[in-house]
């Protein structure tokens, strides 16, 4: 168990709807990552929150956003969504230090329809 | 730019096989490197890391050494079992940087 939570397993919706998944990172962990994963299985860097503040962001499409909450806890929201979002949506967590490693969650299966 | 560069896959190998997965990196500065593993349903997990030139990193049988003169992070097993089907990815992080790079990942198919 990597501690990071993820909700929800999966979620089915249609097109053009707007859907926010959820991360809990592991305990005393600062840093938040999202990462979107396609059936290619390549992992695509969405962004990135230290702390509540944003600290690096990849190919985020301007229709996703995210934050992350005073708890720590970060949302990714995705709206006006197309069929190409469907894909596997990765939460992961770390410590300060770069040399600490990522622990992920089990992610979020978004199919849109 | 700093980049991974991983061998594409899929690998299929026999069980007891040698496996060898190749990693080259660029990067400017000192990279700390990282070997995660992804099983089917599951998000990647840590398998080893190296954190400077000449370590070794080990775990579940498998290692990886840190070679600067030929920027590489090799992952090998002596003998696989079908459990170790999987995608692995290899990673690098730099001092005073956020971002973590990983390659496009290698799936490895072990038959019985």
């Known amino acids: 168990d990597s501690g990071v939570t993820q909700t929800p397993k999966h979620l089915i919706t249609a097109t053009g709807q707007r859907v926010t998944l959820r991360c809990s990172p592991r305990s005393g962990d600062l840093s938040v990552y999202w990462y979107q994963q396609s059936l290619d299985q390549g992992l695509q860097f969405l962004i990135q929150y230290y702390n509540g503040e944003e600290r690096a962001k990849g190919n985020i499409l301007e229709r996703f956003s995210a934050q992350q909450f005073p708890d720590l806890h970060s949302e990714l929201n995705l709206s006006s969504l197309e069929l190409g979002d469907s894909a596997l949506y990765f939460c992961a967590s770390s410590g300060r230090d770069y040399n600490s490693p990522l622990h992920f969650g089990n992610g979020t299966r978004l199919t849109v329809t | 730019g700093n980049s991974v560069t991983q061998m594409e896959g899929p690998v299929t190998l026999s069980e007891e096989a040698f496996l060898t997965i190749n990693c080259t990196y660029t990067?400017?500065?000192?990279?700390?490197l990282f070997w995660y593993v992804q099983y089917p349903g599951e998000g990647l997990q840590l398998l080893l890391k190296a954190t400077k030139a000449d370590d070794k990193g080990s775990n579940k049988g498998f290692e990886a050494t840190y070679r600067k003169e030929t920027t590489s992070f090799h992952l090998e097993k002596g003998s696989v079992q079908v459990s170790d089907s999987a995608v692995y990815f290899c990673?690098?992080?730099?001092?005073?940087?956020?971002?973590?790079?990983f390659g496009k990942g290698t799936r490895l198919h072990i038959l019985p």
């Open positions: 990673a690098l992080t730099l001092p005073r940087d956020d971002k973590i790079i």
């Open positions: 990067a400017t500065g000192y990279p700390s």
